[in-house]
């Protein structure tokens, strides 16, 4: 594989000197493109306008000394690479030059070799960044699949508790996928980025995962719910969000929905009760779909309401059970 070369800008203001080290340059093999300048002023422009990742620099030059230019270019890019070339081997200069940053020096009078050794080292060093970039980048990636992965297969093992619920309770299955197609329309219409959507999508197929938690004789029971029958059964979303906080803790909203999907709007919901905009903007939108769903093909206490019922239902409810801004958006997605 062939070795990334790099690009080196020259200042020195002697042109003679100038001339040979341009020479020495092109004979390694690791230099690219060479630019070169006069003096400090050019050299910053032509820094700024190009990919340098090398600069050598004399220290003694008119208008910017190589001090200040190693300053303005350190300044500007905290990362540069800069190489200080002085003629009087002065120690206070030589210091100075690499507190303000310098990478290495180089003594005038200079062999071909010292050179290029200066430039080897500086070399060595941008593959080794380079290298630990790459390796740093991979492992970036490498950790966001293995998560990717970890929640995909998490999020199947929940489905696969739904699928649980559906032997017990014949229509969970169903509804939680209603329920997800009529959040995703809603939050389409009102508004949501793909990211919340893929939330919203996710947060409404679990929403009554809590389920898993009630006693059969309580979710399965035909008729009317005793008082303590129906306490229990508002500990669902509580129980589901007790499920998915350990493998969902970073994913707010999914969590939010699965609480807070039987709060109401005017502040007589379950479990908290939440009032207006203080229930999650998820969980109003999650409220509205399961509520439809429900309507629609009817639960084990209630039978299916046609299309009239349930748009009367929502707009008497706008504002007491739900959200009245998401039911106007709603009932103009259902009579579309
Ligand atoms: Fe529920």
Known sequence: MQKKKYNFLIVEDEISVLKVLNDILKLSPVVNMLYSAENGEDAFEIYKTNEIDVVVTDIMMPKITGLELIKKIKDYNPEAHIIV????????????????????????????????????????????????????????????EAKKELESSFYDSLKAILNTLEVRDVKTLEHSHNVAIYAEKLGKKAGFSK???????????????????????????????????????????????????????????????????????????????????????????????????????????????????????FIFNSGKQFDPELVRIFLSIIEG
Not at 203 to 212: E, Q
Not at 284 to 303: E, F, K, P, Q, W
């Open 195 to 313: 990211k919340e959507l893929d939330s919203l999508i996710m947060g409404a197929t679990l929403h009554d995962i809590g389920k898993i938690g009630i006693p059969d004789n309580i979710l399965l029971k035909n008729g009317k719910l005793e008082e303590m029958e129906y306490e229990i059964i508002k500990r669902h979303p509580l129980i589901g969000r007790k499920i998915l906080l350990p493998m969902l803790a970073n994913n707010s909203h999914v969590l939010e929905i699965v609480s807070y999907h039987h709060e109401r709007f005017d502040g007589d919901g379950y479990p908290e009760g939440l009032k207006g905009l203080k229930i999650p903007l998820f969980a109003r939108v999650v409220s509205i779909a399961n509520a439809y769903d429900r309507m629609l093909n009817g639960t084990l206490y209630s039978s299916p309401k046609d299309f009239e019922s349930i748009k009367k239902d």
């Open 85 to 144: 070339i002085s003629a009087y081997g002065s120690v206070e200069n030589l210091k100075e030059a690499i507190r303000n940053g310098a990478y290495d020096y180089i003594l005038k009078p200079f062999t071909v070799d010292e050179i290029l050794f200066a430039i080897n080292r500086v070399v060595d060093k941008l593959r080794l960044l380079y290298e630990k970039k790459k390796y740093i980048i991979s492992l970036e990636k490498a950790v966001k």
